[in-house]
């Protein structure tokens, strides 16, 4: 990329339901910007493996579209029983598959790293992610929740990125050496 260029980066927050895509501008000097977010609603499919197919080519057909550079993706975190849990897990297979199959590198970053990296601390609510996607994004419209997970997803993307850039340590190294 050129470092001229602001960074395009997809954010995902996959669900069997609801899957939140978003995506940001990130230029060199930090500045972010929004230029899509939607709530892809795939729970009136008729079949569970026809929602996964509809994650994948409405994926596939926003990456065509936007261009983005590279795609984050938010890891699964423990649900309430284990069919919710397999049932995210593909919805998170299905976005991976689909992003991967665009050619981007796909990173992944926990439900508490990302909200550490949004809001400033790792256990802040829903409410409080909206709010602060609203603010650093600069939108004057309310943001859906689904939809602000997702842009919560590609900031801290972003923001750990430009941090590697920065110091020349990657995050994973970092991760190794605490």
Not at 49 to 55: D, E, F, Q, W
Not at 114 to 125: D, L, N, P, R
Request: aromatic share 4%; hydrophobic share 45%; proline share 4%.
């Amino acid at each position: 990329m050129d470092s001229a260029q602001p960074l395009r980066i997809l954010g995902i927050d996959p669900g069997s339901q609801r899957t939140g895509v978003g995506i940001i501008e990130a230029d060199a000097t930090g500045k972010l910007r929004c230029v899509f977010r939607a709530t892809l609603q795939v729970a009136g499919e008729e079949t569970f493996p026809l929602r996964l197919k509809r994650i994948y080519d409405e994926l596939w057909d926003i990456i065509g579209t936007h261009s983005p550079a590279e795609a984050a993706i938010e890891r699964v975190f423990m649900a309430k029983n284990a069919d919710s849990a397999l049932k995210l897990g593909q919805a998170r297979g299905a976005a991976i598959c689909a992003a991967v199959g665009c050619g981007l590198p796909v990173s992944e970053y926990a439900p508490n790293a990302i909200k550490q990296a949004v809001v400033g601390k790792g256990h802040a609510g829903k409410e409080q992610v909206q709010h602060m996607i609203g603010i650093l994004l600069n939108l004057r419209e309310p943001v859906q929740a689904d939809a602000a997970d997702a842009l919560a997803i590609a900031i801290t993307h972003a923001h750990l990125r430009a941090s590697e850039v920065r110091t020349g340590i990657s995050v994973a190294a970092w991760r190794r050496r605490r």
